[in-house]
C-alpha cells in the first residue's frame, strides 16, 4: 500500500511538472511575441519614443544621433534610460 501511494505521488509531480513547462513556454512565447517591433493594423512600422516612450508612426519620427523621438520638443529634451 506504501509503494502504491508513492508511485501515486510521483506520477502526480510529474504531471505536475509537465503542466508547469507548458504553462512556462507558453509565457515565454508571448514574451517573445511582445519583442517583436511594433506594428499597426495597417502594417505600419511603430517607433517607441526615446524620451517617453511612447509609440508613433515610424513616417512621424524626429531621429537624433541614432535615438527615435515622437516630437521636435523630445528631441531637444533627450533620450531618458
Ligand atoms: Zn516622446
Given at each position: 500500500m506504501g509503494k502504491l501511494l508513492l508511485w501515486i505521488g510521483v506520477v502526480a509531480v510529474v504531471v505536475a511538472?509537465?503542466?508547469?513547462?507548458?504553462?512556462l513556454q507558453r509565457k515565454s512565447e508571448r514574451a517573445a511575441d511582445r519583442r517583436v517591433p511594433g506594428r499597426s493594423g495597417k502594417g505600419e512600422l511603430m517607433l517607441r519614443?526615446?524620451?517617453?516612450?511612447?509609440?508613433?508612426p515610424a513616417e512621424e519620427a524626429e531621429r537624433d544621433a541614432g535615438h527615435v523621438y515622437c516630437s521636435p520638443?523630445?528631441?531637444?529634451?533627450?533620450?531618458?534610460?
Open positions: 511538472m509537465m503542466k508547469l513547462s507548458t504553462i519614443c526615446d524620451h517617453c516612450g511612447v509609440h508613433f520638443e523630445h528631441r531637444r529634451a533627450g533620450a531618458r534610460p
